[in-house]
């Protein structure tokens, strides 16, 4: 199981809050016996290892201490899932369905997905470390004591999100989208670049640089109006 730890900078007047990690340890695990996910379906102190996962459907399935490792989900539909004190590592895929899904307490490592699918997931006490996302669509989601860390992101749509205590770390933001976010506790400072199309108006909740409102500078002058002669 995992166990919370509470990690992250000191709090002060004017600090932000810093996400509390998990910390996963996982028991023995037994190999998943395959042949395919069911809808619905119990997994619990399992490994997967380089499963091929693609188009399966496995909505509304639990993965409770399990290992997904080297796993391919290109269109795996796991919609409603709830995914609970487990280790991703290595997946890959497009277009992986995970709508209204849930993660708790679970790390994600080098994973390289593309057009994942998370609107109007939960994710609490999750660490995203190395890899590529492209074009993650967490719209309406909820993401608190979420950390971004080593990894790239290309066009995450945040757009209705709810962010408390995310951090990203030492990680590249492309294009990213916040339309109608909102944002608390929000430490964007390790990020470069941060580049933002939509919705620098929503960044009340969040901590920057000198040197990214530098770089914001230009959008955030023709996002209000604003017309700048040299």
Known sequence: MARRAMRGRPAGPA???????????????????????????????????????????????????????????????LGRARVLDSVLSGLRGVGTHLAE???????????????TQLHGAVLERVVVRGGKLDFLNFREAR?????????????????????ERVEFVD???????????????????????????????????AVISTGQLLDLAPVLAAELGIRVEG
Not at 101 to 113: G, K
Not at 143 to 161: I, R, T
Not at 174 to 193: F, H, I, Y
């Open 101 to 115: 899904s849930t993660f708790r307490d679970v790390e994600v490592v080098d994973a390289r997905l593309g057009g």
């Open 171 to 205: 990680c590249a933001v492309r294009e990213a989208d916040l339309g109608g976010a909102t944002l608390k506790d929000v430490d964007l400072r390790g990020a470069a670049p941060l580049e933002i199309v939509r919705g620098l108006d929503r960044l009340s909740g």
């Open 15 to 77: 600090a932000v809050r810093g996400a509390r990690r998990p910390e996963v340890r996982l028991p023995p695990l037994r190999p998943w016996p395959g042949p395919a996910l069911e809808p619905d379906g119990d997994y619990d102190g399992l490994e997967f290892r380089e499963a091929d996962l693609a188009g399966q459907d496995g909505v509304g399935a639990r993965f409770m201490d399990c290992a997904l490792t080297g796993c391919v989900v290109d269109e795996t539909g």
């Open 143 to 163: 993401l608190k004591d979420v950390v971004f860390e080593s990894c790239v992101l290309v066009e995450p749509d945040f757009a209705g999100a709810s962010l």
